[in-house]
């Protein structure tokens, strides 16, 4: 079937893409690899697939990726934003680093279940940049607030504060004249 199972802490790396799971499938007809945790006795999930893609890093219930295309699809992901993480039903990871979300939460509560989140119908990640989301609403205690975004933007910023001291700099605009 042109096919190969690798299982018990398997591992694909392919360029600065690794792929860790209990029980990986690859398909050498399509090029696509198929990665899901493996059940122990209590019917619990172990072992679930860690995508890592340079320094992104993406925990999930399952997922398939297509060495081809470079895009993967994601079920049940959790990442880490920033402050924050962002958990999705669904996700399709692009090419380009980006990645289209369906059914996710964005929140700073690291909790399993959140205190407080945005619920987010569909967004779009730009990675150490942005989250842009269409409708969304508030979430306290599981209880959805009457509160509804129209959309959503959410910064994310790599690059921390810093203190010191200020020089200051000569300007001059046309309107105003000299400036410091």
């Known amino acids: 079937n042109k096919t190969a199972t690798l299982i018990n802490k398997a591992v694909v790396t392919y360029g600065d893409i690794e792929i860790r799971a209990d029980s990986i499938v690859f398909n050498m007809a399509t090029s696509t690899v198929y990665a899901a945790a493996g059940k122990d006795t209590t019917a619990k999930g172990e072992g679930k697939p860690v ?5 992104q890093e993406y925990k999930c219930d399952s997922l398939i990726y297509d ?18 993480l962002l958990r999705s039903s669904v996700t399709k990871l692009l090419g380009d680093g980006t990645s289209n979300i369906g ?7 690291d909790a399993e279940h959140p205190h407080f989140y945005v619920n987010l119908t569909r967004a779009k990640v730009y990675p150490g940049k942005k989250i842009v ?3 969304g609403y508030l979430v306290l205690e599981g209880i959805p607030l009457p509160l509804a975004l129209p959309f959503g933007f959410f910064p994310i910023q790599t690059k921390k504060a810093a203190s010191g001291i200020l020089i200051p700099k000569i300007g001059q605009e046309q309107l105003r004249g ?3």
């Open 67 to 84: 060495f081809v295309t470079k895009k993967a699809i994601a079920y049940n992901i959790v990442t880490k934003q920033d402050e924050g």
């Open 133 to 135: 989301s269409g409708p």
């Open 103 to 109: 059914r996710s939460t964005y929140s700073t509560c």
């Open 51 to 55: 995508f890592k893609d340079g320094s």
């Open 178 to 180: 000299y400036n410091l």
